[in-house]
């Protein structure tokens, strides 16, 4: 297809996306494709995409350093990275003397202000980082979920981490770990639970570019019944 603005134009016709506001959370497992899916969606809108810019955007505001908020990415705060933090990358006056559960919530929080705050600017899509939590209260806001059969997440990481099939497995398990411990500890849901999300889909079965057609067509259909 080819899009132009807030439109999608296939062999079928042409469909036009409303004018509101259209939020779009997407949740990934590793190896999916999610991250590539999101922007594939975001550029298919011509709206902003955010994956790691939260990270950079969040850092600004805190005045804290970016680095600090790599390492606590998508992940609760061990003794060992709290004391690393603190040592490399925290001001004196900044996160010294918190306890390492403070310091988590307040890394957390300073994300969760930013995906607000972007979210408030209009239309964009948001990958990971508790954001379909953050953003659940808000109007018109789609949260999606993108997971796909282990074989093809190990081909697809093999692939581009250049690792053998052990270790592309070994990678995916550890990722999804930890991404389910993050999400699970600040929303106290379930990371991969289907009724935290309007649609999940098995990129496995559609490739990246149907994943994405798939998204656009049902935000297309849901926003024409509301």
């Known amino acids: 297809h080819e899009v132009y603005k807030n439109c999608i134009l296939n062999n079928e016709g042409v469909f036009y996306m409303t004018e509101q506001t ?7 497992q590793f190896g999916s494709g999610g991250h590539e899916i999101a922007k594939g969606v975001a550029e298919a809108l011509s709206i902003p995409f955010y994956d790691k810019e ?6 600004k505001k805190s005045g804290l350093n970016e680095n600090l908020f790599k390492k606590a990415d998508e992940r609760t705060v ?3 990275l709290y004391s690393v933090a603190l ?4 001001p004196a006056t900044a996160l010294s003397g918190m306890s390492m559960m403070n310091m988590n919530e307040t890394i ?6 930013v995906i607000s705050e972007l979210a408030e600017k209009g239309s964009c899509v948001f990958v990971g980082r508790c954001a379909d939590y953050v953003l659940q209260d808000k109007p018109n806001s789609f949260h999606l979920f993108v997971y796909a059969d282990l074989p093809k997440r190990i081909e697809r990481v093999q692939r581009i981490y250049k690792l053998d ?10 990722t999804d770990k930890k991404r389910a411990h993050f999400y699970n500890y600040y ?9 935290n999300y309007d649609l999940c889909i098995n990129s496995a079965k559609l ?9 656009l067509s049902y935000i297309r259909l849901a926003q024409q019944d509301r």
């Open 165 to 174: 099939a052990e270790k592309a497995e070994g990678l995916i398990e550890k």
């Open 78 to 80: 061990s003794s060992f």
């Open 108 to 113: 957390f929080q300073i994300q969760s202000n």
């Open 22 to 28: 259209t939020i779009i959370t997407i949740g990934r």
């Open 187 to 195: 929303t106290g849901q379930k990371w991969n639970a289907v009724e």
């Open 54 to 59: 939260i990270i950079v955007e969040a850092a």
């Open 87 to 90: 040592g490399a990358y925290a």
């Open 207 to 215: 490739g990246v570019a149907g994943s994405v057609e798939t998204i």
